[in-house]
């Protein structure tokens, strides 16, 4: 009785505050709130209070909650682009991989891709700052996002009406257990959160002595054979960031058998990308090694540290290996609002002292 007393003084406000913190990126329990927000409407329904409109007015507040704080990350993305995917990646659990799936979703599917964003773990918080930096318009942005979200808050209020008795029924059980239960929950999550983090840190533990550096790469470019440099960036990515190390060629993990079929599993690769702590090259490397590639390391840092390091980069549109990648590079990136990353103030290998630079 407490849970429904609380949802009929605060509810509105519960409502608002939760939805828009959770699309801030806060760790707060959004589609739990809203349904037991909607079997408490239902239950105090059936004291005559009504269903409809409380259920509307409720779906309101949660697609303005919602779409303020995805207001936020847009223009966050629309002024700071690359930066600002980088940072609201560390906000999730599954950051090795949550920017590299949203980019490819979004390449395919463009802003359409908010109307489902909310329903898939990670998709929504990488998308709404992609479509920024992408350059969707703000009404546009609105509306689809506002579309997603009502969807969302729907099916989340619609399952606690249907599912009222059942809840009330889970409550009352969970009432009687007292704090036993909250120490139930508290420690799954925490069983999860550590699973999670002993994951990621048994594959960077496997993985720190098999790594290169930005500068023994550079001098790798100096010797024959030369390494093979894989890109592993989405499109997408290419299109925020048009600018490669030189003689990298553009390769994705979902074409292993191609790979295979094209590298002699004997030579020297070197994977690269832009995501954070470079988790997406060294999942690349150990996939390759387990099929039996036999040196195959990541590049400590990826491209941003090569280009920190002031090594040469190089420009999409001056590759001639791959002219529909470049075609489609320069039409999606007049979309972007914002300047791309400039090659300016690198420096090329003889510049540096390497006699040999025009082998890179």
Same mark, same amino acid.
């Given at each position: 009785m407490l849970l429904h007393d609380l949802v009929d003084r605060f509810g509105p406000a519960i409502v608002f505050v939760n939805v828009m913190g959770a699309a801030l990126g806060l760790p707060v329990p959004a589609m739990p709130t809203l349904i037991v927000v909607g079997a408490s409407v239902e239950v105090m329904a059936l004291r005559g209070a009504g269903t409809l409109w409380p259920i509307l007015g409720m779906l309101a507040l949660a697609?303005?909650?919602?779409?303020?704080?995805?207001?936020?990350?847009?223009?966050g993305g629309r002024r700071y682009g690359d930066r600002t995917l980088k940072t609201i990646c560390k906000l999730s659990l599954s950051r090795d991989t949550c920017v590299k799936k949203t980019e490819r979703f979004f390449g395919r599917w463009g802003v359409r891709v908010l109307l489902v964003a909310k329903f898939i773990p990670g998709l929504s918080l990488v998308s709404v700052p992609l479509a920024g930096a992408m350059g969707v318009r703000l009404r546009?942005?609105? @509306?689809?996002? %506002?579309? /997603? $979200? =009502?969807?969302? &808050?729907? @099916?989340?209020? %619609?399952? /606690? $009406? =249907?599912?009222? &008795?059942?809840?009330?029924?889970?409550?009352?059980?969970?009432?009687?257990?007292?704090?036993?239960?909250?120490?139930?929950?508290?420690?799954?999550?925490?069983?999860?959160?550590?699973?999670?983090w002993w994951r990621r840190r048994a594959l960077m533990e496997t993985l720190e002595k098999a790594r290169v550096t930005v500068d023994e790469l550079y001098a790798m470019m100096e010797n024959k054979p030369l390494p093979t440099i894989f890109d592993i960036r989405s499109r997408e990515k290419r299109v925020l960031d048009p600018f490669v190390i030189p003689g990298a060629v553009f390769a994705d993990e979902r074409e292993l058998q191609r790979i295979m079929s094209?590298?002699?599993?004997?030579?020297?690769?070197?994977?690269?990308?832009?995501?954070?702590?470079?988790?997406?090259?060294?999942?690349?490397?150990?996939?390759l090694r387990n099929a039996g590639f036999k040196d195959v390391v990541p590049l400590t840092g990826g491209l941003d540290a090569w280009r920190l390091a002031g090594f040469e980069v190089a420009p999409l549109t001056e590759l001639g290996d791959d002219p529909v990648m470049t075609d489609e590079v320069g039409e999606m990136a007049a979309m972007c609002p914002w300047p791309v990353k400039s090659a300016a103030g690198s420096r090329s290998l003889q510049e540096a002292g390497f006699p040999h630079g025009d082998r890179a």
């Open positions: 697609v303005a909650g919602g779409v303020l704080g995805d207001l936020v990350w847009f223009q546009s942005f609105i @509306v689809h996002d %506002g579309a /997603g $979200v =009502a969807l969302w &808050a729907a @099916v989340g209020l %619609g399952l /606690g $009406v =249907a599912f009222a &008795a059942e809840l009330e029924m889970l409550f009352a059980m969970l009432s009687r257990l007292g704090r036993q239960a909250g120490m139930v929950v508290a420690v799954l999550l925490a069983a999860y959160i550590a699973y999670r094209e590298y002699d599993p004997a030579q020297k690769i070197i994977i690269y990308c832009s995501c954070p702590n470079e988790v997406s090259a060294a999942w690349m490397a150990k996939t």
